[in-house]
């Protein structure tokens, strides 16, 4: 990547000509020599390595340079506590922005205690926000089912759903009304439901596929099940072989087989999973081989499919071969450490509404994974890809190639964790476990505090954060951008 420089291929040498963080701003700080920038770069490499015998770290807790000392005493402590329980003696960081919550949030949360109220339930399907609408559909308990108008509703939204399902306007919905409804119908009106999940599981949006098999699991269609297993979306595919699996057992264990040698990570994992105690005397050879080609992928996000895979064939996860990561130095790191203003503009594409959002990378707390992040958003790396997750009051979740939680960036970006908390508005980095962050990225839409303790803050919303609650499950980046100097 040309935003990354080797260890070993030149020497790390920019003069950094940087204001301290806005915490630290009471007195003008002295010129960094490229001698001051290059410690700099090796304390945070040391870091990224898990190296407390560098003797930078021991140079820069020595440093006449205030900064420099915080960076290495930073570093020590992250190093010596992966949740670093000594951050807070740090110097105090600037605090994320203070994001209002929108009007519709409180009425989105005040469903829950009236999710056995039908009528209440009814009249939210009318509410001017659809993650209100949405939200009250999932709630619906099947005591609904007699509810006339609540259930007319269910069916409108499934059998209005246009062929081509792509676009959508502002404040508006595409797929996502019909792909809900059909699970909530099929748990009230189950033969109501059935022909129309037949025809969603053959909708040309991936999306609405992936929601039928979820309604065909609650109507114990294994037929449809079966059909959806060999879809060509995987995570259409990882939805049906989930819900067949606990529908069949290992009835099925051929489709879930021949599942082992798919390309996307979700498939490959979830067909693992439903092997595991197979009686089949193939599975461990076969869940053996397809080990063998995901480690020779050398795709660091891909963890859990090694392990899943390992569990089908009867080893433990401790025989996982992930991939040794390249330790090398982002290009910006260095400036953002010491304080620079970086910017990226997250653009939504026309086909979801529309609009952008801003997010400053907060290399004050998180310098190296900034850096790589900036330096991925520079190389087109999210450019088209979704928000696959979306949970109107936790976060919203995207960034993967494959639209999906497993399938992530090749190499694992280490935690970064410090004292900037996880309030609304603030990104942080999806992991699989300590130090493998896979370069989602997700939106605190509240405060969620407790996510501190084991998930990195990397940026925060510094405007647009209306185009952010109005984000839905899908939703299309069309390209993140950085912006200039803010200060020039």
Sequence with gaps: MSDVIGIGTRAVLLAALVALPAAAQSAQPRTLSAADSALVGRILLAEDRRDSTDMAMVEGSRDPDPRIRVIAQRARGRIADPRFAGRDSLPALAAPPTWPEPAWRLRYRALAARSHDCSALAAAFSDSAWPVRLHAADLVPAACAAHEPLT????????????????????????????????????????????????????????????????????????????????????????????????????????????????????????????????????????????????????????????????????????????????????????????????????????????????????????????????????GYYNGLTWHRVEHDFVIQGGSPGANEYVGYTEALRDELGPVPHTRGTVGMSTRGHDTGDAQWFVNLRDNLRLGRDYTVFGEVVDGMDVVDGILEGDVIATIDELGDPHG
């Design 152 to 379: 007319a509703t269910l069916r409108a939204w499934i059998d209005t759903l246009p062929r081509n399902a792509a676009n959508r306007k502002p404040e508006g919905v595409s797929w996502q009304a019909a792909a809900h409804a059909i699970v909530t119908l099929a748990r009230l009106r189950p033969a109501e439901a059935r022909q129309r999940v037949a025809a969603l599981a053959r909708h040309g949006q991936w999306q609405v596929r992936m929601y039928a098999a979820r309604a065909a699991a609650v109507l114990s269609d294994s037929a449809g099940l079966r059909s959806l297993v060999r879809d060509t979306n995987d995570n259409v595919r990882e939805a049906a072989i989930g819900a067949l699996a606990k529908l069949t057992g290992h009835a099925d264990d051929t489709l879930f087989l021949d599942a082992l040698g798919a390309k996307g990570a979700q498939v490959v994992r979830a067909a693992a999973v439903a092997l595991v105690g197979s009686p089949r005397s193939d599975v461990r050879a076969a869940a053996n081989a397809a080990f063998d080609q995901w480690v020779a992928r050398q795709n660091a996000s891909a963890h859990d499919v090694r392990t899943a895979l390992l569990a089908a064939a009867g080893r433990p996860p401790s025989d996982d071969r992930a991939p040794v990561n390249r330790v090398e130095l982002p290009s910006q790191a260095i400036a953002l450490a010491l304080g620079a203003d970086r910017r990226l503009r997250v653009a939504m594409a026309p086909s979801s509404g529309g609009g952008s959002f801003v997010v400053r990378l907060r290399g004050d707390v998180a310098p190296m994974m900034a850096a790589r992040i900036l330096a991925l958003a520079r190389s």
